[in-house]
């Protein structure tokens, strides 16, 4: 099995500009790591979690905040990121799940 390939567009870029050098480094870091060792490692290590079917977060700790983008799987390996975003609590805002959801139906919508 290939190992995941991310893509974006600009609402995810808009949310890389709004971080600090330090947490966007870490965020791409991440993502780097999960196209270099797969989705499983990627889940042993706690860098991806599955929130409902299709639809992942990536995990990333970087000065104190939470940094999180949502993610669903377009075709075989092919990842599309939605969109960041900063938490302060562990469990995942319901309005970014929605919001991860209506990116993901509109653009699988297009395919």
């Not at 196209?35 to 979690?49: D, P, S």
């Not at 700790?61 to 983008?69: K, V």
């Not at 302060?88 to 699988?108: D, F, M, Q, V, W």
Request: no cysteine; charged share 30%.
């Amino acid at each position: 099995m290939r190992n995941p390939e991310f893509d974006w567009d600009d609402e995810f870029d808009i949310f890389l500009g709004s971080l600090n050098d330090i947490e966007a480094a870490k965020l791409l870091a991440v993502i780097e790591k999960i196209e270099q060792f797969g989705l499983q490692i990627a889940q042993r290590q706690k860098w991806i979690k599955k929130l409902e079917d299709n639809l992942y977060e990536i995990r990333v700790n970087a000065s104190g905040n939470a940094l999180r983008g949502l993610y669903f799987q377009i075709k075989n390996n092919n990842y599309f990121i939605t969109h960041g975003f900063k938490k302060k609590t562990n469990k995942t805002p319901k309005r970014e799940i929605t919001k991860g959801k209506s990116i993901r139906n509109r653009i699988l919508k297009n395919i």
